[in-house]
């Protein structure tokens, strides 16, 4: 079953940034589109960034566009999210993921692997 581990969250002030990492158990990640997600407390988890296998296809959710961006290094089997300016509403629990196809503002993937524990990522001063 596909599985990754998320890891990098934190405590960072307004304004700051943070890189999350997401590592591969087990199989290539270069033969999978994949995302980045997040769930802040009291609200439905929902799409933050997708990439397409190839990588030459990156979107991203509207309230982050531009201030983050999704990476991957294939040959170390993980993937990033670089995160700047970070505001308060950021704050959530962050899960990476593969997923099917890369959609529109990464707006509800069909998800293919099973849900890690995630990390924390909180923005407070």
């Known amino acids: 079953q596909l599985q990754l581990v998320e890891s990098g969250g934190g405590l960072v002030p307004p304004g700051g940034s943070l890189r999350l990492s997401c590592a591969a158990s087990?199989?290539?990640?270069?033969?999978?589109?994949v995302g980045w997600f997040r769930q802040a407390p009291g609200k439905e988890r929902e799409g933050v960034s997708c990439?397409?296998?190839?990588?030459?296809?990156?979107n991203y959710a509207g309230s982050v566009r531009g201030r983050f961006t999704i990476s991957s290094d294939n040959a170390k089997r993980t993937l990033a999210l670089q995160m700047n300016t970070l505001k308060t509403e950021d704050t959530a629990l962050y899960f990476c993921?593969?997923?099917?196809?890369?959609?529109?503002?990464?707006?509800?993937?069909?998800?293919?692997?099973?849900w890690g524990q995630g990390t924390q990522v909180t923005v407070s001063s």
């Open positions: 993921a593969v997923v099917l196809a890369v959609s529109p503002s990464c707006k509800n993937p069909v998800v293919l692997s099973r």
């Open positions: 087990g199989f290539p990640l270069e033969n999978y589109a």
């Open positions: 990439m397409s296998k190839t990588g030459d296809t990156t």
